[in-house]
């Protein structure tokens, strides 16, 4: 595949990644633009990145129900704060030594391609500092950065594929009638909102909904669903949560002042 | 007080910032104004959302720091963040886990500020 | 046991000339191993992906209730399997193995991509 240069779209992040690379780069490289996110780098090759827009290991293991919230608490609190979640995992049986590669290698390859897609217009590389939490769960041994622009760059062309049917990374989706699309496809629901829903990385979610566009399961829409006003409903103490009166020790610290 | 341009800003903050997914305004002491949700009941929503934010005021008011900026609850999948709107309304929020909380706050600002126009506060 | 060991057990198979871990939730090879310039990994990696996709929606249409063990496809000088792998975490990945058609054997190779399969589901 050609070198992205800086005037082609993307290509100030992806250039830009790709010259850490080449410089043997440890650190953190952060992303501005449509959205904001870091790449941290050891030694030229990526081992995380995190983005808003695109789930992390963590959504990813906990939403899609691979991993259960106890035991992700519990291997988090003991092993996080050193930084040595990863071997937690694995300890623990949590997790299989290929699982822990994929679900790395799939999360950071995700936020980069989220950060390319969205639009970077600035990046800013700072060395590794005392200060900063290193990333959660790093790949080992990660991706050396021309792999991951390479396929970074067949994501963007099969996005831009998708973008001219009209599906985009914040297009709202709807179902068909009869459709056998999953029902959170609710018409208030961008691909963003569905990845982060379904523990699904973003460009996995936009191939699901791709391939269920071109059967015609789905439409694709400019604006949300807006649901009918809502009918007043009598606030009486059947519809609204009741706690017992005087149970709260808030009374005791904070005496009850009328309203003036 | 127009309860389609409330309508018209929750919406468009929604759209602004990716992951929110439910967005209502009600009057500091709950009462519903106008609510973009789907998968929740907006007027007890609305109500909660004044508790928290009484209590979060009460909280900042007992340790003196200051004026209240938004009471943000985390949860497993996502959050909830309260803005007071002027002195007699709020903006509550359902975000999902990946909502940007700083990019939230620059965004909400203006659209806080327009609420309070709109409702004449 | 690690990607890069588990495409290196691939490549003991008698005849693989090339062997790929692929994530067909999105298209991208997670490791390869041999290849070369008269096979692109990555980009079999994608493409296979549409493969398997098309056939598992094709499954689903005709409302068949099982599960795609492996696909093979049959060159004149080589075979080419793709062995889906049901992971323990639910990823959705599977096995990518080119084979020179004249110094393997189809039946042993199924095999122990079978058992390789099993060592990676645990």
Redesign the interface.
């Known amino acids: 595949m050609s070198e992205p240069t800086e005037d082609q779209p993307h290509g100030v992040f992806l250039g830009s990644l790709l010259r850490r690379g080449r410089d043997g780069f440890t650190g953190t490289l952060r992303a501005d633009g449509a959205v904001s996110g870091t790449v941290t780098l050891a030694e030229g090759r990526v081992i995380a990145a995190s983005t808003a827009v695109a789930p992390g290991p963590e959504s990813l293991l906990l939403r899609s129900g691979r991993l259960a919230e106890a035991d992700w608490t519990a291997a988090y609190t003991d092993a996080a704060p050193e930084g040595r979640l990863a071997e937690e995992l694995l300890k623990r049986g949590l997790l299989g030594e290929v699982s822990l590669q994929v679900l790395t290698l799939k999360a950071l390859t995700d936020a980069v391609f989220a950060m390319a897609i969205c639009g970077v217009q600035t990046c800013v590389a700072t060395p590794p500092s005392p200060d900063e939490l290193p990333p959660l769960l790093p790949a080992a041994p990660g991706l050396t950065t021309r792999a991951l622009a390479d396929e970074t760059t067949r994501r963007l062309a099969s996005a831009s594929r998708w973008a001219a049917k009209g599906l985009t990374v914040d297009t709202y989706l709807f179902r068909t009638t009869d459709s056998p699309a999953p029902a959170t496809i609710n018409g208030r629901r961008t691909p963003r909102d569905l990845a982060f829903l379904w523990g699904q990385g973003l460009y996995a979610t936009l191939y699901t909904l791709a391939d269920l566009l071109a059967s015609t399961h789905i439409t694709t829409s400019d604006s949300p669903r807006l649901t009918p006003p809502p009918t007043p409903i009598p606030l009486t103490p059947e519809t609204l949560p009741q706690r017992q009166k005087g149970t709260s020790p808030v009374n005791t610290f904070l005496p009850f002042r009328p309203p003036s | 007080m127009n309860?389609e341009e409330v309508?018209a800003e929750l919406?468009a903050l929604?759209?602004e910032v990716?992951?929110i997914?439910e967005a209502a305004t009600a009057s500091i002491d709950g009462?519903?104004i106008?609510?973009?949700?789907?998968e929740v009941?907006?007027?007890?929503l609305a109500?909660?959302a004044s508790a928290a934010l009484g209590?979060g005021k009460?909280a900042a008011h007992?340790v003196g720091m200051g004026e209240l900026r938004e009471v943000i609850t985390r949860c497993?999948?996502g959050h909830i963040v309260i803005y007071p709107v002027g002195r007699k309304a709020l903006l509550v929020l359902l975000g999902?886990?990946?909502?940007?909380v700083g990019?939230l706050h620059v965004r909400s600002r203006p659209a806080v500020q327009r609420l309070a126009d709109i409702l004449g506060l | 046991m690690t990607i890069e060991t588990t495409l290196k057990e691939t490549m003991t198979i008698e005849g693989a000339l090339g062997a790929a871990l692929v994530d067909y939730d999105s298209g991208m090879s997670l490791g390869t191993v041999g290849g070369g310039r008269e096979l692109d990994l990555d980009v079999a990696a994608a493409t296979n992906t549409e493969v398997v996709r098309a056939k598992v929606r094709a499954l689903e249409a005709l409302k068949i209730d099982d599960k795609i063990e492996d696909i093979l496809i049959s060159l004149s000088r080589q075979y080419h399997i793709i062995r889906l792998i049901n992971a323990a975490d639910g990823s959705r990945l599977f096995l990518y193995l080119a084979l020179d058609r004249e110094r393997s054997n189809l039946a042993l190779a199924r095999h122990t991509l079978r058992r390789i399969e099993s060592e990676l589901s645990v």
């Open positions: 309860k309508l919406t929604r759209k990716p992951g997914a009462m519903l106008a609510a973009d949700t789907d009941r907006p007027e007890v109500a909660l209590l009460s007992e497993q999948s999902d886990e990946g909502l940007d990019r």
